[in-house]
């Protein structure tokens, strides 16, 4: 289940890209944010799993090996998913920046 916190941002990273010249969804800058989108994404899918292995644990029932090891890493997890929802958003102000300056380079007679 996607958090509020990811829902804002994927409303800002969608409106930016809507905005944004389908030539610059290209740059390596936006590629880069796509990658990290990608993973943002994977972790919040595997937060919403170790989150339901938590409940059924909570419940008293008896969790595999694997699953167990899996509860162990939800910390890791969730550091590991707001390190990325920060890379990202820096890396979209830096993108915007960027392409501001673009335009406004492009508007301005040399």
Known sequence: MPSAAS????KQLNQENALADPSQNLTPIRQAITIIEHKIRNLEKRKGKLESYKE???????LNADQ???VAKFNEVISTLDFA??????????????????KL????PS
């Open 56 to 62: 059924l644990q909570n419940a008293g029932k008896e």
């Open 85 to 102: 929802r920060d890379l990202c958003k820096q890396f979209v102000g830096i993108a915007t920046v960027t392409e501001r300056k673009q």
């Open 68 to 70: 167990k090891t899996a």
């Open 7 to 10: 829902v804002k941002i994927d």
């Open 105 to 108: 380079a492009k508007r301005k």
